[in-house]
């Protein structure tokens, strides 16, 4: 018998990962546990839309989330953004993934709370749910829009919390709530130019790393 939809899912987390810390990692875990069959790749972006240009290089960004990841098999890294000389726009990404799959696999993309409030700001932002899912992840404390364009788009389309039904190929709002880990990339890449330690706020692995390549400005040990 061949796999359903949901567990042949594939669950894109995208970003700059520069650097990638425990908060990102924390969320590709419980998105792991809440899907155990589906695949969870890692997305680092080439050009990032609305952000400055990263401090790490791709090749180092990488290389970073591949000793992040070490041990979790259901992670993954997706290197397609990185193959694209254009800024990456997420609905050019899932008419891609949607080319190589089919129509029938189940695509989610996975985007924070405040990212879902930017979404009129994204290329194309109201033909997402034509080719994916959305999952949201909602730290405590966030509540979801009631007014304006956002609001009005998700009026028409039903949320649910992970797990609550079945997943489907694309169409869905799913939400989940993960702990609060209050950790940003920009407060670690801060700490780093001003000469204090950010381990422990990501894999020794990684922190090793970008002290070897003078990530940021940091300092061999």
Known sequence: MGKSVAESAIVLLGGTFDPVHNG??????ELADALPEAQIR????????HKAATGADQHQRVAMLQL????EPQLLIDQQELQRQTPSYTVLTLEAMRQQVGNER???????MDSLLSLPRWHRWQELLELANLIVVARPGWEWPSQGEVAEWLHGCAVHDMGAVPLAAHGQVLRLTVPTLDISATYIRNLIRL???AR????????????QQRLYGAEPM
């Open 24 to 29: 990102h990692l924390r969320v590709a875990m």
């Open 42 to 49: 890692l997305l680092p972006c080439q050009q990032p839309v």
């Open 68 to 71: 992040a990841i070490v041990g």
């Open 106 to 112: 189940s695509l989610c993309w996975v985007i924070g």
């Open 195 to 197: 000469r204090r330690s």
């Open 200 to 211: 422990f706020l990501l894999p020794d692995a990684v922190w090793s790393y970008l002290q």
